[in-house]
């Protein structure tokens, strides 16, 4: 059974920074599109990162710069580490994995950040 | 980037009925076009993707159609469970893009 379990959200002040984890159980992160999600209410989905399983990273325009998405084959865990945060930047981030023919097939539960002075 | 428009925010149906939701976008997406279904307090689910194509394990009573920009989930007898919000995703190109999300409640 697949698991993705996100961790590391919480309270940030704007221009502040904050690392987001996921541990992922069965399914391995080096094989993967691995990616992250983040849900704002009112402004739907929004893609954010993908790692693919070479290692080559993708980042959305908005967090381009700002956003690092790693990841730890030994510990089977992904990493972002979001620099800069915005107040716009608020929201419940997932971990998914993104399938080879890109759909979003497995979820974490989510973790909030919420920017704001 | 390609912008995905669900123009129903929410669609009120009885339980039994019929419930047809739409999702368009800004240019052609072929068929590369995926539904997601999502409760309160829960992550998405993947129902549909290759715009008709049901994933394992999703009832019948869900069906996708459409090609280039215009598609429609159609749930044909809505049961209880099926109260959600359903969001459409493009990745016919980068950024992958959704929908702004149809809420389906109870009427």
């Known amino acids: 059974e697949v698991q993705l379990v996100e961790s590391g959200g919480g309270l940030v002040q704007p221009g502040g920074s904050l690392r987001l984890s996921c541990a992922a159980s069965?399914?391995?992160?080096?094989?993967?599109?691995m990616s992250w999600v983040r849900q704002v209410p009112g402004r739907g989905l929004e893609w954010v990162s993908v790692?693919?399983?070479?290692?080559?990273?993708y980042y959305a325009d908005s967090v381009k710069g700002r956003f690092t998405l790693s990841r730890d084959n030994s510990k089977n865990t992904l990493d972002l580490q979001m620099n800069s945060l915005r107040t716009e930047d608020t929201g419940v981030y997932y971990c998914?994995?993104?399938?080879?023919?890109?759909?979003?097939?497995?979820w974490g539960q989510g973790t909030l950040v919420t920017v704001s002075s | 980037e390609i912008v995905m428009t669900q123009s129903s925010v929410t669609l009120s149906v009885s339980p039994g009925e019929r419930a047809t939701l739409s999702c368009r976008a800004s240019?052609?997406?072929?068929?590369?076009l995926a539904w997601y279904q999502q409760k309160p307090g829960q992550p998405p689910r993947l129902l549909i993707y290759g715009a008709s194509t049901r994933v394992t394990g999703i009832p019948a009573r869900f069906s996708g159609s459409g090609s280039g920009t215009e598609f429609t989930l159609t749930i044909s007898s809505l049961q209880s469970e099926d109260f959600a919000v359903y969001f459409c995703?493009?990745?016919?190109?980068?950024?992958?893009?959704f929908g702004g999300g149809t809420q389906v409640e109870i009427k």
């Open positions: 069965g399914l391995p992160v080096s094989n993967n599109y």
């Open positions: 998914t994995r993104l399938r080879t023919t890109l759909q979003f097939d497995f």
């Open positions: 995703q493009q990745y016919n190109s980068w950024p992958l893009t």
């Open positions: 240019q052609s997406v072929n068929t590369n």
């Open positions: 790692i693919y399983n070479d290692g080559d990273t």
